[in-house]
């Protein structure tokens, strides 16, 4: 099972940007898939789930402002953020409970 | 919203040392199909989470058995046997009963 994150980078604050998540070595489409935060030097902070059938739940502080999403063909998982805010600075994890990518850092500064 | 509270946030040990980590949760962690999803990941320094115990006591394949879980409802224990030096990192514990919530954190440091 591999997991790997992309697309973090340096972003103004109110821009967009979008990551990527790569799966392979399990059948990515039977299994519901989450995106977690680690702003620098803090905890574990959850942000959103898409279920098998891309049913989403999102946590209250990016609900109306991050997508995730899923294309089942090509084994990838993604996290569309908007509005973003210098509080969103943190490395972005791709995961399912038994896996976790590297991660991908995405920092929101002017 | 169900929030996650772990003790002690620090933990110094000497390795062969046994040490425990509590997790309470403001409300049961017990879900309507009787599955407890509550689970406890370790994240060394530098390295992603990974996995320890899943569904309140079930070691993850490939963990070491001096790991083990325990709890019901609100209140849930990790047990390390005798740490080692590989055990060395901050510890979380993570529902999944209702969306995911982590605990704050316990950070394992020699003594």
């Known amino acids: 099972v591999q997991l790997v994150e992309s697309g973090g980078g340096l972003v103004q604050p109110g821009k967009s940007l979008k990551l990527s998540c790569s799966a392979s070595g399990f059948t990515f489409s039977s299994y519901g898939m989450h995106w977690i935060r680690q702003a620098p030097g803090k905890g574990l902070d959850w942000v959103a789930y898409i279920s098998s059938s891309s049913g989403t739940v999102y946590a209250d502080a990016v609900k109306g402002r991050f997508t995730i999403s899923r294309d089942n063909a090509k084994n990838t998982l993604y996290l569309q953020l908007n509005s973003l805010k210098s509080e969103d600075t943190a490395i972005y994890y791709c995961?399912?409970?038994?896996?976790w990518g590297p991660g991908t850092m995405v920092t929101v500064s002017s | 919203d169900v929030v996650l509270t772990q003790t002690p946030p620090t933990l110094s040990a000497t390795i062969g040392q046994s040490v425990s980590i509590s997790c309470r949760s403001s409300?049961?962690?017990?879900?309507?199909?009787?599955?407890?999803?509550l689970h406890w990941l370790l994240q060394r320094p530098g390295q992603s989470p990974q996995l320890l115990i899943y569904l309140v006591s079930r070691l993850e394949s490939g963990v070491p058995n001096r790991f083990s879980g325990s709890g019901s409802g609100t209140d849930f224990t990790l047990k390390i046997s005798g740490v080692e030096a590989e055990d060395l990192g901050v510890y979380y514990c993570?529902?999944?009963?209702?969306?995911?919530?982590f605990g704050g954190g316990t950070k394992l440091e020699l003594k």
């Open positions: 995961a399912r409970l038994h896996a």
């Open positions: 409300q049961s962690l017990l879900h309507s199909n009787g599955n407890t999803y």
């Open positions: 993570v529902q999944g009963t209702h969306a995911w919530t």
